[in-house]
């Protein structure tokens, strides 16, 4: 989770003739399945994709990622560029200790995840539907993790098997003494 402070905002009101103060609002954000899936049901478009968003598109995902409740439309009004940052910057985070090894295919995906892609994968994996409050980047990781364990194992070339069994049979000649 991440927590942010809104800072309060002075203004004029005419009514009155006074200024008027509102308070800074220290906002709860979690970057989770549920929050993409609020987005995208709004904006009917991919969230995760390598085309960036307007500010309107950012602070509404700000909305859909608030676990704070009762927040006033002002408050997202008030969102500064540095808040956005501190915001993205989260959203980026792996919040996970494992990293996984990428392999060169030289091809590309060209399927877009959804939030309704990564539920699928949830159900065909049998990852539970708690998971879907994690942060995002922690639960792609545990998919990509069950994605490559289910995989079967990859067959070894020939030249490395056959480099496999000259490397066993030297130690063997060596531990024995034996010259053949």
């Given at each position: 989770m991440l927590q942010i402070k809104v800072p309060g905002k002075e203004f004029w009101d005419e009514a009155n003739e006074v200024f008027v103060y509102s308070e800074d609002k220290t906002l709860v954000l979690e970057h989770s399945l549920v929050s993409l899936s609020k987005w995208e049901s709004k904006w009917k478009k991919p969230f995760l994709t390598d085309k960036p968003l307007n500010s309107e598109e950012l602070i509404d995902y700000v909305r859909c990622m608030t676990v704070t409740q009762n927040v006033s439309?002002?408050?997202y009004e008030r969102i500064t560029p540095q808040i956005l940052k501190q915001v993205m910057d989260y959203t980026q985070d792996p919040m996970t200790a494992?990293?996984?090894?990428?392999?060169?295919?030289?091809?590309?995906?060209s399927e877009q995840i959804t939030s309704e892609l990564i539920y699928y994968w949830m159900v065909s994996m049998n990852i539970p539907f708690e998971c879907q409050k994690w942060h995002l980047n922690r639960l792609l990781t545990l998919i990509r993790i069950c994605s490559i364990k289910n995989q079967p194992a990859k067959k070894m070339k020939q030249r490395d098997v056959l480099r496999q069994y000259a490397a066993?049979?030297?130690?063997?000649?060596?531990?024995?003494?034996?010259?053949g």
């Open positions: 439309d002002d408050v494992t990293w996984i090894r990428e392999e060169k295919t030289g091809k590309r995906g066993i049979n030297a130690a063997r000649r060596k531990q024995t003494g034996s010259r």
